[in-house]
């Protein structure tokens, strides 16, 4: 099985949380990648996400991971592949404008819901009502409306991040989710 771990805006591979995770799916025998997308959320997507397809395989062993900008993300590479995934699990992620936000490049002006669905064989969608960046509950709410599987609300702000100084080193829950799938 593998695991794919995409990280947020102006963030890097393994901030926050991701390197811990990283290490634990190794840990258990998965094969896992952390690429460094220094222009998510800074280059339209219909530009940047031809780049991710061509630099990733997946398949029905392939668990994708998302944090913030990662989610959309996610949500865009599953419209666009033919193929059916195993997990997708998207951590504070959004599919909406954020508050305050003119224009998020990582965004798709809509979503085919639909082909979403049927790329991946489950979603846990982790969201916050505290979330300071606005990829709260309520952004978790439409994803899973949309497209089922399980939504987590917490009380944990964005799950990492430096301009609010939540360094989250950890999030054993994810690990959990995962390594139940690889199961």
């Known amino acids: 099985m593998k695991a794919i771990i995409f990280h947020g805006t102006d963030d890097r591979p393994g901030a926050y949380w991701q390197t811990w995770l990283a290490e634990e799916l190794k ?3 998965l094969n896992v990648e952390t690429p460094a997308y220094p222009e998510i959320n800074h280059e339209a ?12 395989s997946f398949d ?5 991971v998302g944090h913030s ?3 959309p993300l996610i949500l865009s590479i599953l419209e666009n592949i033919d193929t059916k995934i195993r997990l997708a699990v998207l951590v504070a992620g959004y599919s909406m404008r954020v508050p305050g936000e003119a224009k ?9 819901w639909a082909k979403i669905k ?6 846990v969608f982790i969201n916050s009502i505290n979330d300071p960046w606005g990829c709260d509950d309520k952004q978790g709410r439409v994803m ?12 944990e702000g964005h799950f990492g991040s430096g301009k ?3 360094p989250y080193p950890q999030l054993p829950l994810v690990r959990d989710l995962i390594l139940e799938a690889a199961k």
């Not at 998020?104 to 085919?112: A, E, F, I, R």
């Not at 899973?144 to 009380?155: V, Y």
Request: charged content about 25%.
């Open 118 to 123: 049927a790329h991946c064989q489950d979603f």
């Open 69 to 71: 900008a990662g989610g």
């Open 104 to 112: 998020d490049p990582v965004l798709q002006d809509s979503y085919d």
């Open 144 to 155: 899973f409306d949309k497209l089922g599987g399980t939504l987590i609300i917490r009380d």
């Open 164 to 166: 609010y100084n939540q």
């Open 45 to 56: 997507i219909e530009t940047f996400l031809p780049k991710v397809l061509i630099a990733h």
């Open 60 to 64: 029905e062993n392939t668990v994708l």
């Open 27 to 29: 840990k258990a025998g």
